[in-house]
Nanobody, 125 residues
């Protein structure tokens, strides 16, 4: 599976951005796509995930009510709509995908075997 992330950029606080992650390659009967981010000097953290077929979504508390993850099944693309951006959202955002096992938690890196190259989001105050 190859993942191509896009949509990062420089915005001011309060503005919006939409990231996209296009997937190509093999498919799975059960598939999850997620977004993680890593800010300078900080550890990587979970942002959001979507179970591909069912559409179930999961969010980190820090982005809940501001970010929305969605997917276009026909285009094999996941999106992360980010609204009301804050300077604390500044980070490199990575999309990831995988075929989770029963009991895997989507907010950890364990279910994700495939990673995109990352796209930089910078939010100025």
């Amino acid at each position: 599976v190859q993942l191509q992330a896009s949509g990062g950029g420089l915005v001011q606080a309060g503005e919006s951005l939409r990231l996209a992650c296009a997937a190509s390659g093999r498919t799975f009967s059960r598939f999850v796509m997620g977004w993680f981010r890593q800010a300078p000097g900080k550890e990587e953290e979970f942002v959001a995930a979507i179970v591909w077929n069912e559409g179930d979504t999961y969010y980190a508390d820090s982005v809940k009510d501001r970010f929305t993850i969605s997917r276009d099944i026909a285009q094999n693309t996941a999106y992360l709509q980010m609204n009301s951006l804050k300077p604390d959202d500044t980070a490199v955002y990575y999309c990831a995908a995988g075929a989770p096992n029963n009991g895997d938690f989507y907010d950890t890196i364990k279910p994700y075997d495939y990673w995109g190259q990352g796209t930089l989001v910078t939010v100025s105050s």
